[in-house]
């Protein structure tokens, strides 16, 4: 089963608290921390007094170990399995990892078990040797927050730039780079059209960190044909908040990228009827212009 | 029962926060809780596991609590949380870690030496972590269908060591990281993340994800309980509740594929019921229980039907036996439209995509059920030159919508109706 204690919060937390101990380091504000940390807001509560009373027998006086080793826990089969079954995603090839250790188990899954049904066409090419490499070395740059040197597919001058993030798409099962440029401008390339991507020696900016600039939308939704779950579960992704108006009525107040300005004109316009756009002006104005010109087609 | 913010079953909380996830607009009295006990436990565990990600509103008809995300800049699902709070007994967790440290390395111990191990570390001396040789069985044989340890005879004993483990993890980090978010099971990732170099914040984690939909985190012991079916080509019986949530019903069926939709996170499984060996879709939210049923010899003709119902879907709808419906919607797409005939071509799916002229596109598809493709054709309002189907019904619905839609916006703000 995938609910078991011996995942949960509270085994991880004591283990890292003997493995601090037999180091000889822990105290009471690290075993808080380590608990704050690993466990749940209220989990300061229990384990602190499970240890310290001896429930839990594994500290001696002065937070000494009774232990004598640092708990190691193999990996279960369930753990070993669904590394064996990432060994079978077309995807796995970005990464440098094989079967060593897995061969006597069986993935828990294989692709031809699921069917995205809904996926577009055209995805990236995970097996080609140029795109690979492109891939790892802007995800080397990413993790290492390092600036690379990209040269597009397209052509044109190389950009020095500072990678922020690849972004991953299951809609179209593809990865953008986002990344900074030196006059502070956020954007995106699909990793697909990077050619080269050269790690370079440079600054790094203050707050590297992924940046979205987001607007708001509100919605009003009519509870008609199921409508209500249908947009609700479909805009689950971003967050947002719902209050009910009156009987059937609800209005939805969602934080959006703006950068998906006219995706989410397409997506409030395929519910039809029942959901009306309040705001933001441009969204609606763009998804009442659709409307209008279809009707002049007609 | 005292409160606790561990729990021991799953299914229960699952539906709050399904409703705190995507709803987020209830009251305590509409959560139809056995007491408003029981709800305000689930809410207290709820924050203990959340933190911020918790939210109020104070509105004229009460509290509402709602879970806020961005699946955008998550780079962990929050929702794998909720599966690190199982509950455990004081002789679990003592078990766990004195089996460790006296299996530590590859040190190989009879039951009775395991038992005389733990006793000898108990500071009471009364025997009182573990009463009995039993015991310490069963939680072995536990720990061995777990994988944690081994079995092995030698000699005339039998002897327990820790299973062995070769897997290099830390050179995973950045697959695990990825597939715990884009893999089936991701959570199962997640509890790799204490074996590997820690992580803390987000930012340190190199990928993000455009419309990651986090809530099918919720059914992973679902999907794992039928996935072993698939695995193992047994049958299943599923508990599932009814949509009013207020019955369970079950179905025996043979399961052979899962669909999942990336434009709402959806989860299916595309099965075969023994009553009607018609394939039918079951959604994975709604199913409440699996039970392991018994091998079915007729596994892989069962596959193959469900896999020869696929071939008239456009998504999860339609029956097989019936006829199909015909499609056809002729688009004006002009060059400065180039995005549109980018998406038409990568959204088609079992469509077909032609040229008529200049600016003349023609898509046509023969599909079970044609209504489940309305959200898609209305996506190309705007460009529609014409739309024709063998269910006239679905004209002249999207015609009707659009007229209605048009009058949302041209009368009163206010007025919806």
Redesign the interface.
Request: with cysteine; aromatic share 18%; charged share 25%.
């Given at each position: 089963m995938i609910f078991h204690e011996i995942y949960g919060a509270y085994y991880e937390a004591v283990g890292r608290i003997i493995r601090a101990a037999l180091s000889g380091g822990l105290d009471r504000d690290l075993l808080l921390r380590i608990v704050r940390e690993t466990a749940f807001q209220e989990s300061v509560l229990s384990i602190p007094e499970a240890l310290e009373s001896g429930r839990w027998p594994f500290l001696g006086p002065g937070y000494t170990p009774r232990l004598r080793h640092a708990p190691v826990r193999p990996l279960t089969l369930i753990e070993k399995r669904w590394l064996k079954a990432l060994l079978q995603d077309k995807r796995v090839t970005l990464f440098n990892v094989d079967g060593a250790g897995l061969e006597d188990v069986e993935p828990l899954f294989y692709p031809d078990d699921f069917v995205y049904f809904d996926r577009n066409a055209g995805g990236d090419p995970f097996g080609d040797p140029a795109y690979i490499a492109v891939f790892r070395s802007a995800l080397e740059a990413v993790a290492g927050r390092k600036r690379v040197l990209l040269r597009l597919a397209s052509g044109g001058e190389g950009l020095s730039v500072f990678p922020t993030t690849l972004e991953y798409s299951a809609g179209d099962d593809r990865f953008r780079l986002r990344f900074r440029t030196d006059s502070g401008e956020e954007r995106a390339v699909g990793v697909s059209d990077i050619a080269q991507c050269r790690p370079l020696e440079g600054p790094v900016p203050e707050c590297p960190g992924v940046h979205y600039p987001t607007g708001e939308m509100v919605l009003m939704i009519r509870d008609e044909r199921n409508t209500l779950e249908r947009v609700l579960l479909h805009f689950s992704h971003f967050k947002k908040k719902t209050e009910r108006v009156s009987e059937g009525l609800y209005r939805m107040t969602m934080e959006y990228e703006k950068e998906d300005r006219d995706e989410m004109i397409l997506r409030v316009l395929s519910f039809g009827p029942t959901v009306r756009v309040l705001s933001p002006p441009e969204i609606r104005e763009g998804l009442i212009g659709k409307i209008k010109q279809q009707l002049r087609i007609r | 029962m005292a409160y606790?913010?561990?729990i021991k079953d799953?299914s229960g909380i699952r539906n709050y926060m399904r409703d705190f996830?995507?709803?987020?607009?209830r009251h305590r009295e509409e959560f139809g809780a056995k007491s408003a006990r029981s709800y305000d436990n689930e809410r207290?565990r709820l924050?203990?596991?959340f933190?911020e990600d918790i939210?109020f509103?104070q509105?004229l008809?009460g509290k509402?609590v709602?879970l806020?995300?961005?699946?955008?800049?998550a780079a962990r699902n929050p929702l794998y949380?909720a599966?690190?709070?199982?509950?455990?007994t004081?002789g679990?967790?003592?078990f766990?870690?004195?089996l460790?440290?006296l299996l530590?390395?590859d040190r190989a111990l009879t039951l009775r030496e395991i038992v005389a191990g733990m006793d000898a570390?108990?500071?009471s001396g009364q025997r009182k972590l573990f009463p009995d040789e039993s015991t310490v069985r069963k939680k072995l044989k536990e720990y061995q269908?777990?994988?944690?340890v081994a079995a092995e005879k030698r000699g005339s004993r039998l002897v327990w060591r820790?299973?062995?483990?070769?897997?290099?993890?830390p050179?995973?980090a950045?697959?695990?990281a990825?597939?715990s978010?884009?893999?089936?099971?991701g959570?199962?990732?997640s509890?790799?993340s204490?074996?590997l170099p820690p992580r803390g914040a987000d930012?340190e984690i190199?990928?993000?994800?455009?419309?990651?939909?986090?809530?099918n985190a919720l059914d992973?012991?679902i999907l794992?309980r039928l996935?072993l079916a698939?695995?193992e080509r047994r049958r299943a019986v599923i508990g599932m509740w009814t949509m009013t949530g207020n019955r369970v019903v079950k179905h025996d069926i043979c399961p052979a594929?899962?669909?999942?939709?990336?434009?709402?996170?959806?989860q299916y499984v595309?099965a075969t019921q023994r009553s009607d060996s018609r394939p039918l879709f079951f959604r994975l939210d709604l199913i409440r229980s699996v039970t392991p049923g018994p091998p079915e010899p007729a596994f892989d003709q069962l596959r193959e039907q469900c896999d020869a119902y696929?071939e008239h879907?456009w998504?999860?709808s339609g029956t097989p036996q019936s006829t199909v419906d015909r499609l056809e919607m002729r688009l004006?797409i002009t060059e400065e439209d180039g995005e549109v005939l980018d998406r038409l071509?990568?959204?088609?799916?079992g469509g077909a995509v032609s040229r008529e002229g200049p600016d003349a596109w023609v898509f046509s598809i023969e599909v079970y059920d044609a209504s489940e493709m309305?959200?898609?054709i209305?996506?190309f309002?705007?460009?529609?030159?014409s739309l024709s189907c063998s269910n006239p019904h679905i004209v002249s619905r999207y015609r009707d919508?659009?007229n209605?839609?048009?009058?949302?916006?041209e009368g009163n703000?206010d007025d919806?109706s």
């Open positions: - | 606790s913010e561990l799953f996830y995507v709803f987020g607009f207290r924050e203990s596991w933190g939210r509103q509105t008809s509402q709602f806020s995300v961005s699946g955008r800049t949380r599966f690190r709070a199982r509950s455990f004081d679990d967790i003592v766990h870690f004195l460790l440290d530590y390395g570390f108990d500071p269908s777990l994988g944690v820790l299973a062995r483990d070769s897997v290099s993890l050179r995973w950045d697959c695990v990825f597939f978010e884009a893999a089936p099971l959570v199962v990732g509890y790799l204490g074996f930012a190199p990928f993000r994800f455009k419309d990651h939909y986090l809530l992973s012991e794992f996935l698939v695995r594929r899962f669909f999942v939709s990336t434009s709402n996170g959806r595309l696929r879907l998504g999860v004006r071509l990568r959204e088609k799916r309305l959200p898609w209305r996506t309002t705007g460009h529609i030159t919508d659009l209605k839609t048009l009058e949302l916006y703000a919806f």
